[in-house]
């Protein structure tokens, strides 16, 4: 199957925004925590098992990238992007009819292992085509895209909200909005599917710098470095940490205050998990394109150093402070954010463009990683302080401290990453040849 090429004078600035209508879209994933409390009262489930969905879903997203990467990149945009939008839409519509036959399991099987394949593909549809069209910005150009994918839990979660105070909290109320969601993305993930398009030369741009310049390394190669290890552990660290308050988020927040004389609504914590997608993307687009100015290696030392800050800022003195607490999980959101944006350029510094969306596919597995570990350390913690008695903040403490020592993990895995030792390099002219195969026969 060969990838649409772009005509003659085609602008590489209508490639962000078909970026963006799947990424909005598969950002979903990011306001699950609005159907845990319904889920959890329709079906009599615990917050561990609540979250079962959106871990199994996080899980699939790293799988199906690091095993769909090379399809990706044969195969081209187009086709990434329309198996993303059955599988996504798919995974809704298989989670409505588990809804409405208050079977658990249609639902992890719909929302987390269908919908969670469409996720991976979907997300890395068009990071190879962006670098590609981008050369001179890497940072900028998959930050925009990424962006959507932090900023879908901004129109997700008021829009789900509604829907269940709509149609009902109870299952059949839950099957309806499932339902409509399936529908609605697929009509909007259309959009990127006709829109998108991969460059027809190695210069998108008069200015860019040539796709066959610098380093090349292939991604069967790039697993065999240390520099790729030491990305997986930094991505994995931050991932972790990010989503684990993510994950959890509305309930947290209500748990906070709500021993204090001014507890959080349940509509007040539906716009918090709305802030804090609102910081995911701005994090996606603005530390991303920062990059660009001091470097990969020093904008993840804030991530990770800062981030760490943060937390510890949470963890003694958040109960005593909502705003405190509040823009400190903004911060901490927007790095999250910012190191998911990041980590294509990252990759396209050390290993060049050719096979740069195969590598981070395959790196991606560290989110499935971090997608069990954040709302497993967050929700086992807050599952077992509550059984011994415990309440409101204390219910996270152990939580957060841990969050500190994987950000400080990341931050030492960060500091290793050297340049790739050139006996990983591949020969410029294979790498040309292949560029050239990819090209189309005539204009």
């Known amino acids: 199957m060969s990838p649409p090429v772009a005509p003659p004078g085609w602008s ?64 081209g945009p187009r086709w990434a992007m329309t198996v993303a939008l059955v599988c996504f839409s798919s995974g809704f519509l298989i989670s409505a009819l588990g809804a409405a036959t208050e079977q658990y399991w249609l639902i992890v099987l719909g929302y987390g292992f269908v919908g969670g394949t469409g996720l991976g593909i979907g997300y890395i549809s068009p990071v190879s085509t962006l670098i590609k069209w981008f050369p001179d910005r890497p940072g900028m150009a998959t930050g925009i895209a990424i962006m959507g994918f932090g900023g879908g839990a901004l129109i997700a979660s008021p829009w789900s909200a509604q829907m269940l105070k709509s149609f ?60 790729f290890w030491c990305l997986w552990v930094v991505l994995c660290m931050n991932v972790t940490a990010g989503i684990g308050i993510l994950e959890k988020a509305a309930p947290m927040i209500t748990d906070f205050f709500a021993d204090t004389s001014t507890p ?37 030392r804030v991530y990770l150093g800062v981030g760490a800050l943060m937390y510890a800022l949470i963890a003694w003195f958040g109960d005593s402070s909502k705003p405190l607490f509040v823009l400190s999980a903004l911060v901490i959101l927007s790095f999250y954010g910012g190191g998911f944006a990041t980590v294509p350029a990252y990759l396209k510094d050390l290993f060049g463009p050719y096979q740069v969306g195969a590598i981070h596919g395959r790196l991606l597995t560290a989110w499935s990683t ?27 403490g152990m939580s957060f401290l841990i969050m500190i020592g994987l950000l400080a993990v990341g931050f030492v895995a960060n500091e290793l990453v050297r340049p790739v030792d050139a006996r990983h390099h591949i020969p410029a002219p294979r790498e040309a040849a292949d560029v050239a195969r990819q090209q189309p026969e005539s204009a």
């Open 264 to 300: 959080v609504t349940v509509s007040a914590a539906a716009g918090f998990v709305a802030l804090l997608s609102a910081a995911n993307m701005a994090g996606r687009i603005g530390w991303s394109s920062t990059s660009d100015l001091i470097g990969r290696k020093n904008i993840y």
């Open 370 to 396: 971090a997608g069990v570990l954040g709302p497993l350390i967050v929700n086992r913690i807050a599952d077992h302080q509550e059984a011994a008695g415990r309440h409101g903040s204390s219910l996270y």
């Open 12 to 75: 590489r600035w209508l490639v962000p925004p078909a970026a963006l209508s799947v990424h909005l879209s598969i950002g979903q994933a990011y306001a699950w925590s609005v159907f845990k409390p319904p889920l959890e009262s329709a079906l009599g489930l615990s917050g561990t098992q609540s979250a079962l969905p959106f871990q199994l879903a996080i899980v699939m997203l790293g799988l199906s990238a690091a095993f769909g990467g090379t399809l990706v990149e044969r195969n």
């Open 168 to 227: 009902g909290s109870d299952s059949s109320g839950i099957a309806v909005a499932f339902l409509v969601h399936g529908l609605a993305y697929a009509v909007f993930m259309s959009l990127g599917v006709l829109l998108v398009r991969v460059p027809r030369g190695e210069k998108p741009s008069p200015s860019a710098p040539s796709a066959l310049d610098g380093v090349q390394v292939s991604a069967r190669n790039a697993v065999r470095t240390p520099q």
